[in-house]
Nanobody, 125 residues
Framework: QVQLVESGGGSVQAGGSLRLSCKGSRVTQKMGWFRQDVGKEREGVAALYTAVSSSIYADSVEGRFTVSYDSAENTLYLQMNDLKSEDTGMYYC?????????????????????WGEGTQVTVAS
């Protein structure tokens, strides 16, 4: 099991930016960000393989969010720009083994085995 610790959440006005961080206890093949708002299902936001730079995004955040990985720090980041009220939710970091590189599988919570506690993001309109 991998321990994951998120940080960087907070409250911002619409149009603002936040940067989330996720420190892992060891290197894993795949890491991703998910979010869940009250009364809604958990949805995949962005994911990548830690060994390569290619990343995948949900359509709702494409062009606004950027996911990156620092191998020296074993830390996953999510830079969120032009935030909207619908981006509000608890953001979770997750890690998992290799899966086929498709948007469906990379952003499916079922394909991840370790989860952080989450960090809250609130965007006021």
């Amino acid at each position: 099991q991998v321990q994951l610790v998120e940080s960087g959440g907070g409250s911002v006005q619409a149009g603002g930016s936040l940067r989330l961080s996720c420190k892992g206890s060891r290197v894993t093949q795949k890491m991703g960000w998910f979010r869940q708002d009250v009364g809604k299902e958990r949805e995949g936001v962005a994911a990548l393989y830690t060994a390569v730079s290619s990343s995948i995004y949900a359509d709702s955040v494409e062009g606004r969010f950027t996911v990156s990985y620092d191998s020296a720090e074993n830390t996953l980041y999510l830079q969120m720009n032009d935030l909207k009220s619908e981006d509000t939710g608890m953001y979770y970091c997750a890690s998992g083994p290799f899966t086929p590189y498709t948007k469906t599988q990379m952003l499916s919570a079922d394909e991840y085995t370790s989860w952080g506690e989450g960090t809250q993001v609130t965007v006021a309109s």
